[in-house]
């Protein structure tokens, strides 16, 4: 069992998820450059929070086409997991390991607190942790994770049940109140076809211990890789 996480310019989140990803492995895992033309072999990638490029052009555009992505997507393709947080999910939008598109926050402002997620589904290897239908917290802090799709995509992620998270009240009920960027539907997170690739906007790997104010994001590496043991 071994875990990767992608470093790109401006990536300032990867040293974060690699301590989340360690406590949960036992061993730290591979940093890789996005000019890298080789991927270690591993049993999960992570494309890290961050600002890919100053968030130059559009955010995640530019770092979709590093060199190491191509590893990525053939590795996506046979099977390896993929978690990709906040500007790691725009790269792997960017980069058509997922679905939809993110646009500037409704709210034209960056946002940066702690909200409330419900867990979709449990029955996958990034949620078997967590109870069906939990009510987590985790911090958002992005300016462009207004989660779009056209009517028909929104329709068959839903139908297929590829909506991971979802913005929630305390009560589980996902309102505009509990939306903090504008997201269609509320969504948070998305798998791809074969939901081996999830990415999100909030930020497991910063609740992921007592230290940090909470463990809710623990979880998530905890079933990531225990499932692989």
């Not at 940066?112 to 985790?138: H, I, M, S």
């Not at 300016?143 to 799709?149: E, I, K, T, V």
Request: charged letters at 20%; aromatic letters at 6%; proline letters at 6%.
């Amino acid at each position: 069992m071994d875990a990767a996480v992608i470093v790109f310019p401006g990536s300032n989140c990867d040293r974060d998820v690699a301590v989340s990803v360690e406590a949960a492995l036992g061993r730290a895992p591979h940093m890789v450059w996005h000019r890298a033309d080789e991927l270690p072999k591993v049993d999960l990638i992570v494309l890290p929070g961050g600002f890919s490029y100053g968030d130059y052009l559009r955010s995640g555009a530019i770092a979709a086409n590093s060199p190491i992505m191509a590893q990525v997507k053939a590795a996506a393709a046979k099977g390896t997991r993929v978690l990709a947080i906040c500007n790691g999910f725009q790269i792997a939008i960017e980069a058509g390991l997922l679905p939809g598109a993110l646009m500037t926050n409704a709210g034209l402002k960056f946002v940066c607190r702690d909200v409330l997620l419900k867990v979709e589904r449990n029955d996958t290897p990034f949620t078997a942790g967590y109870e069906q239908g939990a009510v987590v917290r985790f911090p958002v802090a992005h300016h462009q994770g207004n989660y779009f799709a056209d009517d028909e995509t929104l329709a068959r992620i839903e139908g297929e049940g590829l909506v991971a998270f979802r913005y929630v009240d305390a009560g589980g009920n996902p309102t505009g109140a509990a939306n903090p960027n504008g997201s269609a539907r509320n969504i948070a997170g998305v798998y791809n076809e074969a939901r081996n690739v999830m990415g999100l906007m909030p930020h497991p790997e910063r609740l992921a211990d007592p230290a940090l104010g909470g463990t809710d994001g623990a979880q998530m590496f905890r079933s990531l890789l225990g499932g692989l043991s």
